[in-house]
C-alpha cells in the first residue's frame, strides 16, 4: 500500500510541472537564447548609445542653459518661449514647410509617372541604375555637383546665356530662386528611392483586375486614374509619410548649396537653425528647445496623414 502511494505522489509530482506550464526549459534553448541576444546586442547598444542617450540629453538641455564649458543652470520653459518668438525659428519653419508641399507632392508625381514608363520596359536596368545613382551618392557631394550647375558661371546658367541670349537668373543669389533650387536638388536626389519603390507596388497589382478593366472598355487613362492608383494608394502613402518625415530634417543641401541658410535666410531650415543655434553661438539650451519643437512638428503631421488616410487610401483585403 505504502509503495503504490509513493508511486503515484511520484507521477503527480512529475506531471504537475507540465500540467502547470512549468516544464524546464532545455539547453539547446537557452543557448540559443543567448546567441540571439549577442546578435541583438550591437543594435541595442547603438540605439541606446546613438539615439536614446542623445534624445535624453536633448530633452534635458531644452530646460536648461549651458554654452558646452560653464555650469549648467536650469531655465525652465524660457528656451520654449524665446524659440517660439524668435522670428528665425518661425522663418525656419516656414522655409522648411514650403519645401515639404513643393518637393513631395511633384517629387511623388513624378516617381509615379517614371514607374508607370518604365514597367512597359522589358531591359529596364539601367534606367533604374541611373534613377537609383543619387539616392546612394553622397548628399554632400550631390550638392556640391548641383552648386557648380547653378552658380552665376556654372553650365546651366551659361546653357541658359547662349542657348536664349538672355542675362540667366541669380538661382542661389535670389531668395526666392534659391529655396527653388533647394527643392530641385531634393526632389532629385530622391526620386530614384520612391520609383524603384512604386515599381514594387506597381508589380504587386493583379493582373486580372488590369485584364478584368481593360475587358470592361477602361482606357489608358482610365486604367492609371481609377484602377492603379488606387490600388497603389497604400504606397503613396507610405512614401508620403517617409518623404514629409524627410524634408522636415532637411540641412546638408542648405548647408552646401547655399551660404548660411542665404540669402537673406530664405533657405534656412529648421535643422539648420538647430546647428546654428548648437554649433554656431554655442546656445545648447535654445538649440534642443528647437529641436522638441521640431519632434512636436513631425508629430503633428504625421499624425495628420495617418488621419487623412482612410479617405484616400484603399487596400485590397479591407485592412487598415
Known amino acids: 500500500m505504502t509503495v503504490v502511494s509513493s508511486s503515484r505522489t511520484e507521477q503527480t509530482h512529475n506531471a504537475s510541472p507540465a500540467a502547470g506550464g512549468l516544464r ?186 488590369i485584364e478584368a478593366a481593360r475587358i470592361d472598355g477602361a482606357g489608358a487613362f482610365t486604367l492609371f486614374w481609377r484602377i492603379r492608383m488606387p490600388l497603389l494608394s497604400p504606397i503613396i502613402f507610405f512614401s508620403s509619410v517617409i518623404a514629409f518625415i524627410s524634408s522636415l530634417q532637411t540641412f546638408d543641401v542648405v548647408f552646401v548649396l547655399t551660404a548660411k541658410g542665404g540669402p537673406d535666410n530664405a533657405t534656412r531650415t529648421i535643422v539648420y537653425h538647430i546647428y546654428d543655434l548648437g554649433f554656431g553661438r554655442f546656445e545648447f539650451g535654445p538649440s534642443s528647445a528647437a529641436a522638441i519643437i521640431l519632434l512636436a512638428i513631425t508629430l503633428v503631421i504625421t499624425a495628420i496623414q495617418f488621419g487623412a488616410q482612410k479617405k484616400f487610401v484603399h487596400y485590397e483585403d479591407g485592412a487598415e
Open 24 to 209: 524546464k526549459e532545455s539547453a539547446w534553448r537557452r543557448r540559443d537564447r543567448r546567441w540571439g541576444y549577442l546578435f541583438v546586442a550591437p543594435q541595442v547598444i547603438g540605439m541606446a548609445l546613438f539615439v536614446l542617450l542623445p534624445f535624453a540629453g536633448s530633452f534635458i538641455l531644452a530646460f536648461a542653459s549651458w554654452d558646452g564649458l560653464t555650469e549648467l543652470t536650469w531655465v525652465g520653459f524660457d528656451n520654449f518661449v524665446s524659440q517660439l518668438g524668435d522670428p528665425l525659428l518661425i522663418r525656419s519653419i516656414i522655409n522648411t514647410l514650403l519645401i515639404a508641399l513643393i518637393t513631395v507632392p511633384i517629387g511623388l508625381a513624378f516617381s509615379v509617372i517614371i514607374a508607370v514608363a518604365l514597367e512597359k520596359l522589358k531591359t529596364r536596368t539601367l534606367y533604374l541604375v541611373l534613377f537609383f545613382a543619387p539616392v546612394v551618392t553622397s548628399t554632400v557631394a550631390v550638392a556640391m555637383i548641383w552648386q557648380q550647375m547653378l552658380r552665376a558661371d556654372g553650365v546651366l546658367s551659361d546653357v541658359i546665356s547662349k542657348t536664349f541670349g538672355v542675362s540667366p537668373p541669380d538661382w542661389l543669389g535670389d531668395p526666392t530662386l534659391a529655396l527653388i533650387s533647394v527643392c530641385i536638388v531634393s526632389i532629385w536626389a530622391s526620386m530614384g528611392l520612391n520609383v524603384i519603390i512604386f515599381l514594387a507596388g506597381l508589380s504587386n497589382i493583379s493582373a486580372s483586375v
